[in-house]
């Protein structure tokens, strides 16, 4: 599986291998990898995943954190000798919300970013969070709903969505 111009969204549940496929597309793409990073460590278990995703990724990347401001990041990281790996989409919702930003605008400022023809590849990786039972409560439900609608938007502009399940990906799109 190759990576192909435009925008990939790779969407999975949990320890899929989403992240995995995400980086080694973005390797094999022989073009510079920029992770844009969109995790905070909270607590030392997300400080410990935060790290096994470093160590994973070696020393041939380059980080940028950027649990906000997620367009701006993109616009400035593009290029035609660069390929850009988002993980993940999810992350930078929780973040929006916990910080009470506008989620709708955002998600489409993003869409609207990821539909302009970006001068280099962009991968996105997210959790794919709609497959369970309804949360129990109403930001669970809120974050679900966000998620799901985000994910039609990106999967909308994308030129390639792929679903990982139990390490296999499944091409839905491209």
């Known amino acids: 599986m190759a990576l192909g ?3 990939t969204l790779i969407i999975g549940g949990a ?6 496929l995400a980086e080694r597309l973005a390797e094999e793409s022989s073009l510079a990898p920029v992770y844009l990073a969109t995790g905070r460590a909270f607590d030392a278990e997300m400080e410990a995943r935060i790290s096994q995703h470093r160590v994973r990724r070696g020393n041939g990347w380059r980080t940028v ?15 035609p000798e660069r390929v850009l790996l988002v993980d ?7 973040n929006l919300m916990m910080e009470g930003r506008a989620v709708a ?3 489409q400022a993003l869409v609207d970013c990821l539909a302009a023809m970006l001068p280099g590849p962009v991968i ?3 959790n794919e969070v709609g497959l369970g039972i309804v949360p129990e409560n109403e930001m669970a ?3 679900r709903d966000h ?14 969505v792929i679903f990982v399940a139990a390490g296999l990906p499944m091409i839905l799109k491209g």
């Open 5 to 7: 111009d435009g925008v």
């Open 15 to 20: 320890r899929s291998g989403k992240s995995a």
């Open 65 to 79: 954190e950027v649990p906000l401001d997620l367009v701006t990041a993109i616009r400035c990281e593009a290029g």
């Open 88 to 94: 993940c989409l999810t992350l930078w919702l929780t």
């Open 105 to 107: 605008v955002e998600c």
């Open 124 to 126: 996105l990786v997210s």
């Open 141 to 143: 439900r809120d974050f």
């Open 147 to 160: 998620a799901g609608r985000l994910h039609q938007t990106v999967a909308a502009v994308a030129a390639k």
